[in-house]
C-alpha cells in the first residue's frame, strides 16, 4: 500500500546522477514500471531526487514539454511546483517543502512510459550538446538569478493555459535551466534566458490576439 502523503520537506533520496536528459528518462521510466496505475508527484520527485533545485527544475520542464502538458491543469501544477521551490530557494531554504495536495497529484503510469518514449529521441539530440563550460553563468549569484526568472516563467504560465503551445516554450525554458545547472554548461542558460524572451513574447502576442 503507498504511504499517505502530507505536507513537508521533499524526499531527499538518490538519485544524484541526474546529469542529462536521458538519466532524467530512464529515472522517470524505471518509476512508471514499478507503479500499477499511476505515480504521483512525490513519486516523480522521489525518482529524480529532489535535494536540489537543478532535478527538479529538470523535471518540471521535461514534463511541461511532453505530450503530458495536454493533461488539463498539467502545466499549472507544474508552474506550482517550479514557484514554490524558486521561492524557496531564493530564501536560502536548503530543504524544499511543498504542500500536501500538491504531492498528492497524479499522472498514469502508462501515460508517462508513453512521454519518455515521446521524447528519447529528442533528449539524445540534445544531451549530445551538452558539456561543462562557462560555468561562471551556473554558479553564485547566477543561480539566484536563474531561480528568478524561473519564478517569473512559472508565474506566467497559468495564463498559458489559453494559448496554444505558449506552455511548451516556457517548458523548454525551465527544460534548458535544469540542463545548464546539472550538467555545469553556461551555453545552455544563455539558450534559457532567450527562450525566457520568446516565452514573454508569445504570451503578449496571444493576450492581444485572443482576448
Known amino acids: 500500500m503507498r504511504p499517505k502523503t502530507t505536507a513537508g520537506k521533499l524526499p531527499a533520496t538518490p538519485p544524484d546522477d541526474v546529469r542529462d536528459l536521458e538519466a532524467l528518462l530512464e529515472h522517470l521510466d524505471e518509476a512508471a514500471r514499478r507503479e500499477n496505475h499511476h505515480l504521483t508527484v512525490a513519486d516523480l520527485l522521489a525518482a529524480v531526487g529532489a535535494r536540489s ?3 527538479i527544475l529538470l523535471l518540471s520542464g521535461t514534463l511541461v514539454t511532453s505530450p503530458l502538458s495536454g493533461i488539463p ?8 511546483v517550479v514557484f514554490l521551490v524558486s521561492i524557496q530557494l531564493l ?39 551538452i558539456q561543462p563550460r562557462l560555468g561562471w553563468l551556473v554558479r553564485g549569484i547566477a543561480t539566484r538569478l536563474i531561480a528568478l526568472l524561473c519564478l517569473f516563467v512559472a508565474a506566467l504560465m ?4 489559453f494559448i496554444p503551445f505558449s506552455s511548451t516554450v516556457a ?4 527544460t534548458a535551466f535544469g540542463l545548464a545547472l546539472v550538467s555545469n554548461d553556461g551555453l545552455f542558460a544563455l539558450l534559457a534566458y ?18
Open 53 to 55: 533545485f537543478s532535478p
Open 73 to 80: 491543469a498539467m502545466p499549472t501544477a507544474t508552474a506550482c
Open 91 to 129: 530564501c536560502g531554504r536548503r530543504d524544499f517543502w511543498l504542500p500536501g495536495w500538491l504531492l498528492r497529484l497524479h499522472v498514469g503510469n502508462q501515460g508517462l512510459q508513453t512521454a519518455v518514449k515521446w521524447l528519447r529521441r529528442p533528449a539524445r539530440f540534445v544531451d549530445y550538446f
Open 158 to 161: 497559468p495564463l498559458m493555459e
Open 171 to 174: 517548458g523548454a525554458a525551465l
Open 194 to 211: 532567450a527562450l525566457v524572451g520568446a516565452t514573454i513574447g508569445v504570451v503578449v502576442y496571444g493576450h492581444q490576439h485572443l482576448f
